[in-house]
């Protein structure tokens, strides 16, 4: 999963936190890697299917849903994409990601 930061889609850059998900913390976990959670949040999730070059549809979608007031968003847990398989397992037309927006 990624856990999006701050998105600028103008200049196309973004900070985020790449992430997996484990039921509790590794007892080898790496100085440099950081071990956190997602709390529980209600979500306003979409499901793509296909290429991660058009996740930018989705996320579109989801921010014109929060400016028309159609969702309200929860401002203290980022969005956070979760991959639910793998470019190493699937075609590209096969990939499925889901764009989680935390709502109120």
């Known amino acids: 999963m990624s856990i999006y930061h701050k998105r600028d889609v103008v200049k196309g850059e973004a900070i985020y936190t790449a992430a997996l998900a484990v039921g509790k913390q590794p007892d080898n976990l790496p100085n440099e890697f950081v071990f ?4 529980k949040v209600l ?3 979409i499901t793509h299917t296909g290429d991660y070059q058009h996740l930018g549809n989705v996320w ?3 921010y014109t849903m929060e400016r028309n007031k159609e969702i309200k968003c929860n401002k203290s847990v980022k969005p956070f994409e979760v991959y639910e398989n793998s470019p ?3 075609s590209k037309a096969q ?3 889901t ?5 109120i």
Do not use: A
């Open 36 to 39: 956190d959670h997602v709390p």
């Open 43 to 45: 979500v306003y999730q």
């Open 60 to 62: 579109t979608t989801l």
């Open 88 to 90: 190493e397992q699937v």
């Open 95 to 97: 990939l499925l990601t």
């Open 99 to 103: 764009v989680c927006f935390p709502v």
